[in-house]
């Protein structure tokens, strides 16, 4: 007897057997694992064989459940060519001379020429496929006749050419063994984590960030930051992600963020930071990444757990408020600042929001403006202007700007402070009617050290109020 239901995720119809009421059943089609419903209906079936109540369940322990996974991987199939072009080497260097290989193992395992088997020179022609294979080549046997010296040097080259593949394989799967996905996380480990849902480049683009952000710091053992990955993406499609995030612990599940099953599996009650992005993992190639999930998912973290941060990029400015009333945190518009503004809301709470409040000009309070240099503090040191800002004119000197002689920005720019800074100076500045054309460069010094030398041609930018300067525009 069976139990006949609907899927709540795909909504497809399903026949799981020897499970009663209340169990977990894992559906076929969208591979989630919901308990068998109140209202399933009885049907009599047979279930396939080599399935065990337990592997239509989820847990997948029988036997032919095992080997079918076994198989499916694609080392063993990587292997299994191997060992086919082995014996098949061996069969054919085995058929063009045979009389060479049956004189050389018979001085090796000390018989008569005439007491040596078909086995034994075929078994010695093994070795020396494997010898060959493996570029190892010892040399005590070898072909004689020019069809035999034909194949070797096919078979050389075979060879030399099916380990480069191996190597590609093996780093593929080093790169897959940094991305894990799981099935379940481990609740004690998972507190304060980082999860990311739905995928699109920018993803890496973030990971990146998080990565250089910890490279930058002394290696602990256990300090990594936790990072779970739910999108619609199988292993093997995520594996495809170029770089190995070494100090990132990155974990992957694969399924639909919006159901709540896979927010729980994801531990979202103890997330620390929740990240919401447009999504590609569940549209067709090269289509635009789908947003119809955002703020539904907005909703479900939130009926979730009231204290994680929810950062919601979206692509489009209609959904800004929806999304604020969904409660999200931040929501964050698509620019090219967007992975390094995602990537500081996770690693620096407070410094987007600051740099945010930093740069409207709607805000009276304080705002980020430019004026030269004063006159009387032209060839100072960068300390005496500092103060002089403070004592004076109650604003925090931030950094400096300057025009130069003709150079690329991008090689010479200073490389003190923060990029991301530097970056949205430079941007403020161009809108500020600062225009860069082939004989000038702007130059952004932000926090340079004390004794850093000034001129005239210095312009100061400025965290101040009340002055009626040249302001920096959004």
């Known amino acids: 007897m069976a139990?006949?239901?609907?899927?709540?995720?795909?909504?497809?119809?399903?026949?799981?057997?020897?499970?009663?009421?209340?169990?977990?059943?894992?559906?076929?089609?969208?591979g989630e694992v919901n308990p068998v419903p109140t209202d399933a209906e009885q049907a009599v079936t047979v279930p396939p064989k080599l399935v065990s109540a337990r592997a239509l369940a989820g847990g997948g322990s029988d036997l032919g459940e095992r080997l079918r996974q076994w198989i499916r991987t694609d080392m063993v199939k990587y292997l299994g060519v191997t060992v086919l072009l082995i014996?098949?080497?061996a069969l054919i260097v085995f058929v063009t001379e045979p009389a060479q290989y049956t004189d050389s193992v018979a001085g090796h395992i000390g018989k008569e020429v005439d007491e040596i088997t078909p086995w034994d020179t075929f078994w010695h022609t093994i070795w020396w496929s494997v010898v060959t294979f493996t570029t190892v080549g010892y040399g005590d046997v070898s072909p004689t006749t020019h069809l035999g010296k034909l194949f070797g040097m096919l078979i050389m080259f075979a060879g030399y050419t099916w380990n480069i593949i191996l190597g590609g394989v093996v780093a593929s799967l080093l790169v897959m063994a940094g991305l894990k996905e799981v099935d379940e996380l481990d609740a004690d480990k998972y507190t304060d984590h980082t999860v990311i849902l739905g995928w699109n480049p920018m993803v890496e683009e973030i990971l990146q960030r998080m990565q250089t952000d910890e490279e930058a710091k002394p290696v602990m053992v256990g300090a990594a930051p936790l990072i779970v990955l739910v999108n619609e993406f199988d292993r093997e499609e995520l594996s495809r992600i170029p770089p190995n995030f070494g100090r990132l612990d990155i974990v992957h599940l694969s399924g639909r963020y919006t159901q709540p099953v896979m927010l729980e599996k994801a531990l979202v009650g103890q997330a620390g930071t929740v990240v919401i992005v447009p999504d590609i993992s569940n549209v067709e190639l090269d289509g635009p990444p789908s947003e119809n999930d955002t703020v539904t998912a907005a909703y479900?973290?939130?009926?979730?757990?009231?204290?994680?941060?929810?950062?919601?990029?979206?692509?489009?400015?209609?959904?800004?408020d929806q999304l604020a009333r969904a409660n999200c945190n931040q929501v964050i518009l698509a620019d090219e600042y967007t992975p390094d503004l995602i990537a500081s809301h996770i690693l620096n709470p407070g410094a987007p929001q600051l740099l945010d409040e930093v740069i409207r000009f709607a805000n009276q309070n304080h705002q980020l403006i430019v004026e030269d240099m004063p006159p009387l503090l032209a060839d100072s040191t960068h300390i005496q202007v500092f103060n002089f800002y403070k004592e004076h004119r109650s604003a925090i000197l931030l950094g400096y700007v300057k025009m130069s002689s003709s150079a690329n920005l991008e090689e010479v720019m200073g490389v003190s402070g923060s990029t991301f800074i530097r970056d949205m100076i430079t941007e403020q500045m161009e809108h500020a009617g600062i225009q860069m054309s082939s004989d000038e460069e702007l130059t952004v010094e932000i926090g340079p050290t004390d004794n850093y030398q000034v001129d005239a041609q210095h312009r100061c930018v400025l965290l101040a109020s009340g002055l009626s300067t040249e302001e920096v525009g959004t």
Do not use: M, N, W
């Not at 609907?6 to 399903?14: Q, Y």
């Not at 479900?300 to 800004?320: G, M, N």
């Open 87 to 89: 014996i098949l080497s």
């Open 300 to 320: 479900a973290i939130r009926d979730l757990t009231p204290s994680a941060t929810i950062v919601a990029h979206t692509l489009d400015a209609e959904l800004k």
């Open 3 to 30: 139990l006949k239901y609907t899927c709540p995720g795909c909504e497809a119809s399903i026949t799981v057997a020897y499970l009663e009421v209340g169990q977990p059943a894992k559906c076929r089609f969208c």
